[in-house]
């Protein structure tokens, strides 16, 4: 029990969470809402998941999150820096995400993602090119600059 509690804690974490016990969530659609809760049932800060919204119309899913006070600011936009690209890579035609942290918001495009990595994104399916070029990556030092490209296309 001891174990799976500390396996739970890691994969709440961007920096530890396991790449790979989400890839079986992959979908070339976004349309499907259960796949969709599961992914992001899976992915860093679930247990604060709340609803989710989605639009097919133009593609973009918000996530609502519950109060996030006991995270730091730096831990929810290493959260967004890692979900954003695992949610892209996994759903095929999923284009805007919106992630809702209280009165915080931040909303990234599947376009902003790969200009940031300057490559589509299906090579990230591989959880080594994945961890390699986005959790490593977490602690760099232009991390600030990497969330304003994700969110602003900067």
């Keep these: 029990n001891k174990a799976k509690i500390e396996e739970e804690k890691l994969q709440q974490d961007p920096e530890t969470h396991n790449f790979e016990t989400v890839t079986s969530f992959e979908s070339p659609y976004m ?3 259960s796949n969709m809760s599961g992914l992001f049932h899976t ?3 679930n247990k ?6 989605m639009d ?4 973009t899913l918000i996530v609502n999150y519950y109060s996030v ?4 600011t730096e831990k ?4 967004v820096v890692y979900n954003s690209p695992a949610a892209f890579t ?3 035609n999923l284009q805007v995400i919106e992630m809702r942290f209280g009165s915080e918001s931040y909303t990234v495009t599947r376009e902003n993602v790969e200009k940031w990595f300057g490559t589509t994104l299906s090579d990230f399916k591989d959880p080594d090119v994945f961890k390699e070029r986005v959790q490593k990556q977490l602690k760099a030092k232009n991390f600030d600059d990497w969330v304003l490209a994700y969110t602003e296309g900067e």
């Design 31 to 33: 349309g499907d809402a």
């Design 48 to 53: 604060y998941k709340g609803p989710l919204e």
């Design 76 to 79: 929810i936009k290493q959260a």
């Design 90 to 92: 996994l759903i095929g």
């Design 69 to 72: 006070l006991d995270e730091s």
């Design 43 to 45: 992915l860093p800060l």
């Design 56 to 59: 097919p119309n133009t593609f």
